[in-house]
């Protein structure tokens, strides 16, 4: 599509405009796939967590609703500190931040790989959790800052690491966590350290940037080129994208933490073959997440988001009631689809709060892992009341509430 102008739900709504060769040029692809890798790592260590739980199940005798405020320490911690740490480096950008919030992922692995006890395992989460907090604003401004325009893009490519690496981890725990238990978590502590290097050379490219005056006058220029919508239209925009967001995130929480007891419960796989299928669906979501920046540049937000969220209705349907392949099938389906949204959904929010970027990141970062943790535990519970199917063919309505995206405000954007 050429110009600047796309008809979503019959009005005509100003999308961001395609990058011109010379914004092509100015993105910085060293500093994006360099945050996109310590993305994968960051994710990585988060994700043994979820693929610790049939280990910490057997091994402490829990419950699924014990499981469930596992995931809920450590994405609560991210969300409440997530947007925090984005207001604070709005006004006074932390470069090093970055590298200090790998830190406390290290701290949390090295007290998870020891925890003998419930609290212990719950404060360990909480840490993991709070090395998110600190990493996601400050890595998607610098994200946004390197792109040259081309912000959907950048930022699918800095999503997609934390989505690979989300998905690599139920794979490292089938062949080595489940294998060698718990006290292996202490090998990835050389992980957390090779990703605060590199990030620690990020931040000195960061640093740079705001000696030279360059992050103060991008600020400067998206606030000069802002929408003029009223602050109701923001407002209303902001609530709408959060509704997307828990449609999204709680029903992926019924995959991300429960799919590998549903395989095993409702097809009897032992728990390295249902991880390995947990691992195909992650994998779904990391090409998803690509696809949706990508379009999203091209064709505008909103036809992202109307697909990404209605697109998987028919398909978490159709999940509780087939067989074990088509179920597969149909999960890498959902993850594919769903995963599309993100990059749209934060892009459009920075867009409604132009040079607010630190802002935007933590709020939606942070309400999709509270979403997403709040999800797990109340799924959890109901699991436990009820049954694993029960979960899913409940959740199977979520995407329902995709219908929301109709009243999205429409941007317009100078070219």
């Known amino acids: 599509m050429s110009g600047n102008q796309a008809t979503i739900g019959g009005e005509a709504a100003a999308t961001t405009p395609n990058p011109a060769p010379a914004a092509a040029g100015g993105t910085t692809f060293a500093v994006i796939l360099s945050l996109s890798f310590c993305h994968m790592l960051n994710d990585m260590m988060q994700s043994l967590v979820p693929a610790l739980y049939p280990i910490l199940k057997a091994s402490h005798g829990l419950d699924f609703g014990q ?26 950008p932390q470069p090093f931040s970055l590298a200090a919030g790998m830190g406390s992922t290290l701290v949390g692995l090295l007290l998870m790989s020891r925890a003998d006890t419930y609290p212990m395992i719950l404060c360990a989460a909480a840490l993991i959790g709070l090395g998110s907090a600190v990493f996601h604003p400050e890595a998607s401004r610098v994200a ?7 912000y959907g893009l950048a930022q699918s490519l800095f999503q997609v690491g934390g989505n690979f690496g989300t998905a690599s981890g139920p794979l490292l725990a089938a062949f080595i966590v489940v294998p060698a238990g718990q006290r292996s978590i202490v090998y990835f502590s050389a992980v957390a350290l090779l990703g605060m290097s590199v990030l620690f050379q990020v931040g000195r490219w960061y640093s740079a940037r705001l000696a030279e005056g360059t992050v103060a006058k991008a600020k400067a220029r998206a606030v000069a080129g802002a929408h003029a919508l009223p602050r109701s239209a923001v407002t209303r925009g902001i609530v709408v994208l959060v509704v997307l967001l828990f449609s999204k995130n709680v029903y992926s929480a019924s995959l991300g933490s429960y799919y590998t007891f549903y395989l095993m419960q409702t097809f009897d796989l032992p728990v390295q073959t249902a991880q390995l299928l947990l691992f195909l669906y992650l994998g779904s979501v990391v090409l998803g997440t690509l ?4 379009v999203g540049d091209r064709v505008g937000r909103i036809p992202v988001m109307w697909f990404s969220i209605l697109g998987a ?31 749209a959904i934060l892009v459009y929010a920075q867009e409604l709060l132009p040079g607010r970027v630190g802002l935007v990141a933590g709020l ?19 699991a436990d009341w009820t049954s694993i199917t029960t979960v899913y063919r409940i959740a199977a309505f979520l995407p329902v509430l995709g219908l929301a995206t109709a009243f999205l405000p429409r941007i317009a954007r100078a070219a």
Do not use: N
């Not at 991210?78 to 006004?91: C, E, H, L, R, W």
């Not at 939606?364 to 959890?380: C, N, T």
């Open 313 to 343: 209705l028919p398909f978490t349907l159709a999940l509780p009631h087939l067989g074990l392949w088509a179920t597969v099938a149909c999960s890498v389906l959902i993850g594919f689809i769903m995963a599309s949204a993100f990059s």
């Open 291 to 294: 696809a949706g920046g990508m």
């Open 144 to 150: 946004r800052m390197a792109a040259g325009g081309r």
């Open 364 to 382: 939606f970062f942070g309400v999709s892992f509270g979403l997403g943790g709040l999800g797990a535990a109340a799924l959890g519970q109901l």
């Open 67 to 92: 499981i469930g405020l596992i995931t809920l320490a450590f994405q609560v911690t991210a969300s409440m500190f997530q947007p925090v740490v984005g207001m604070v480096t709005d006004k006074r």
